[in-house]
């Protein structure tokens, strides 16, 4: 009589990986190719919104300096049309390297940099300086700063998130984009916009994190 005989090839034998082995990932633990692709796409995306933004506030920063720089200079033709003073000439280099070096050294001020006679420094024809550096402050800027994260925690040897829940096979892993920790669906749920992001646009984020974006004064009495 007729026998059955099962193909016992290895490509053959499938099992169900939501029942059998779901919370194992092998002797040498690795990050699904998949999951791993979405993270890195993520990643980029958000430094990439960010440099635009710095580069933003840099090239107003360097409009603000170049017009310092011009104000000091027409100062010194007005002043002196035909023989120039060598101790005047020098006092003004001096004063355009101190200005500078301050707007380097301490660029959450230089939004405030004013000359001598307290007067706001013009910027030259057709220079928009003032419309990038409206409305900034050096508590804006810190705050720009902080409020992405440049590191994202690795996929790999993590096993649960903060709120207790164990990652499996189907279950992935999500990170927030202001402190780069992971975290599971449920507890990147909240989308917000992030102060260091160019596009505005609302991104996932923890729950602590999204208090300390809508309420940054709460989030600094805090302990």
């Known amino acids: 009589p007729d026998m059955m005989r099962p193909n016992l090839a290895p490509q053959n034998i499938r099992f169900w990986r939501g029942m059998y082995c779901r ?29 635009r933004l710095l580069q933003k506030r840099v090239t107003a920063i360097k409009l603000k300096l170049a017009s310092v720089g011009d104000k000091v200079k027409s100062e010194i033709t007005k002043e002196s049309p035909q023989t120039i003073d060598n101790k005047l000439l020098y006092d003004k280099v001096e004063e355009i390297a101190k200005i500078s070096n301050n707007g380097f050294e301490d660029p959450l001020g230089a939004t405030e940099m004013k ?20 409305g900034v402050s050096g508590d804006s800027l810190r705050l ?25 096979h189907f279950m ?39 208090r300390r974006v809508t309420n940054p004064s709460e989030a600094a009495e805090s302990p």
């Open 23 to 51: 919370f194992e990932n092998g002797i040498h633990p690795r990050e699904n190719v998949e999951e791993l692709l979405l993270v890195c796409c993520d990643h980029s995306s958000s430094l990439e919104d960010h440099i």
């Open 115 to 134: 000359l001598s006679c307290d007067k706001e420094l013009p910027l030259p024809m057709g220079v928009a300086g003032d419309d990038l550096l409206k």
């Open 144 to 168: 720009e700063l902080e409020s992405v994260a440049l590191d994202w925690k690795p996929l790999r040897n993590v096993e649960e998130c903060q709120c207790s829940t164990h990652f499996d």
């Open 172 to 210: 992935p892993k999500y990170h927030c984009w202001k402190c780069g920790e992971l975290f599971c669906q449920r507890c990147t749920e909240m989308h917000v916009a992030l102060p260091g992001h160019l596009s505005q646009r609302a991104v996932p984020v923890c729950t602590p994190c999204y």
